[in-house]
């Protein structure tokens, strides 16, 4: 993007979109490519997740969109403003959940509230006024006094989520916001940000977790080795697989002839070997099972365990890339 | 809550840099205790046993200079070691576990200003520790020697000295802050604070060492130097000191030669 057509076409995404990269890339001094070209809009509401595994460049993405990480090539916009090019007016922009617990251990929970008011301009009686109403909003109104070190995990991402939210930010971003929580904190948090989502707040996440992906994000993008693989709303994500069931077969013998046998089957669409098992992808087909499962015997396997799945955001990625989310 | 509760219209570079300054000097009234046992402990042995305990016993140190007591020679060189012991413990310390294992500087990194405003607020919110410890010194230095000191205080050069010289120490304590990692610090003692404090013109004026030229001159790195003999200028001319201009112009170029490369180590932990 270069001249006037850069300024003609900032303005038109800064009002429908709170983020817009194009072509966002970062390099690591020592030529990691950790964010390839990356093209993103974000619109304003949303509810948006970066998904992919570890390495993928996500964490990344989100330290060049809240003024962190230098980008090396690209632009991206912020409420409509350049990170590079004015990292302190799109800081006042944004609230940010880091990965690790960022929390003033040197101060109380209140205090915590109190004094980030302050960095963001309030006055005296502002800020004592704000800290009260998160405090009381996020259930830590009896821990006010309390040491932040005192907090438990669930409780500490709380009062990280409440100082991000304390200055009114155009875009949260939340890296990774549930990784090392209990399941219970882990739900409560997912219903706070879809209370946030209902409000209106545009919120940017990042996870490895398909199942937070396809429950909290309305459009998710997924991401590997700095790139974008697929973009869309979860359901669409999982119906560009082309297949409504997914048959997962254990059996002894070949695993490859078996899943070139059952690709024979009328209504299956593809099969592969992934983990020991073929799975078999297929339309919603009347009488598919007991056709595969004859199919195999007439290959010269024996089936040792059928199961049936819908595809899930995971098997969209293994299926885009060919490797587990895990790995 | 609507999805915008509170406006915040001062917003700017400048009140976030205020409320920096105002949480560091929270952090300060939460732990005084704290403060004031780090601030005072080692001043306090040093005046207790070389001016106290030690004509005590009929053991000594001389003034180099005519009757001079040693107390009067020591307590400029006490207040310098303690204004820059507080740059260490103000900004040096605090940051080496920022940037190492809480990450903490995260967050202040967020605040709404540019991340060299980030690093020369810790300069500022150290040396106003640093002017702090100075002034706790004085009643020290006034009760515990057996010898008072005999203080001629010039009033111009001791607001000058005295708060130059606190920016000095802070301006360090940033530069190393931003250098070490948090297992090297009792390395950083050892290779940095000791040498600096020990041959830092505190226990004798710079002037004498012309008995030893060589360390005469290799201390001349050494900012304690010019803080002690700021000080010296300020409190107890009569004993002798540096030219004030070397002085001055020492207080003023190693704050901007530390602070600079504070900064900038700082924007390179901090930015990737």
Known sequence: ?327 | MSRRPVEAPRATALAAFAGLLLRDLRVVTNERGRFLLRTLSQPLLLVFVFTYVFPKIGQGFRAPAGDESFTTVLVPGVIAIAVLIKGIQAVALPLVQEFGYTSEIEDRVMAPLPVWAVAVEKIVAGAVQGLIAALLVFPIAAVVPAEPAALQISWPALVVVGLLAPFAASALGLALGTMVEPNQVPLMFSVVILPITFLGATYYPWARLDAIPWLQAVTLLNPLVYMAEGYRMALTPQIGHMPGVAIYAALVAFPVGMGVLGVRGFRQRVLS
């Open chain 1, 1 to 327: 993007m270069t001249g006037s057509a850069a300024a003609v076409d900032r303005r038109a995404t800064a009002i429908e979109h709170r983020i817009a990269t194009e072509g966002l890339t970062k390099v690591y001094p020592g030529g990691l490519r950790a964010v390839d070209g990356l093209d993103l809009r974000v619109r304003g509401g949303e509810i948006f997740g970066l998904l992919g595994p570890n390495g993928a460049g996500k964490t990344t993405t989100i330290g060049m969109l809240t003024t962190r990480v230098v980008p090396t090539g690209g632009v991206a916009l912020v409420d409509g403003i350049d990170v590079s090019a004015d990292p302190v007016a799109v800081k006042r922009r944004i609230g940010v959940v880091p990965q690790t617990n960022t929390l003033d251990r040197s101060l109380s929970v209140r205090e915590n509230l109190l004094f980030h008011c302050r960095y963001f301009g309030m006055s005296g009686s502002q800020a004592r006024a704000r800290a009260d109403e998160l405090l009381g909003r996020f259930r830590l109104a009896e821990r006010g006094d309390a040491k932040v070190e005192t907090l438990s995990g669930g409780m500490a991402q709380r009062l990280m989520v409440a100082r991000a939210l304390a200055h009114a930010p155009a875009v949260l971003f939340l890296d990774e916001p549930t990784t090392g929580l209990d399941p219970q904190s882990r739900l409560a948090l997912w219903e706070l940000l879809g209370e946030l989502h209902a409000e209106g707040q545009t919120i940017l996440l990042t996870t490895h977790a398909m199942d937070e992906a396809d429950r909290l994000c309305e459009r998710v993008a997924i991401m590997d080795a700095g790139r974008i693989l697929a973009l869309g709303s979860p359901s669409e994500l999982k119906r560009s697989l082309e297949a409504e069931t997914i048959v997962t077969m254990q059996a002894d013998g070949d695993l490859e002839v078996l899943a070139a046998a059952l690709g024979d089957v009328p209504g299956v669409t593809s099969t592969d070997v992934h983990d020991g098992a073929v799975r078999a992808f297929a339309g919603r087909v009347a009488g598919l099972l007991p056709r595969l499962v004859l199919r195999a015997e007439r290959a010269g396997t024996t089936v040792t365990d059928v199961s049936v799945t819908e595809p899930t955001l995971e098997t969209v990625f293994i299926a885009l890339t060919g490797k587990d989310l895990r790995e």
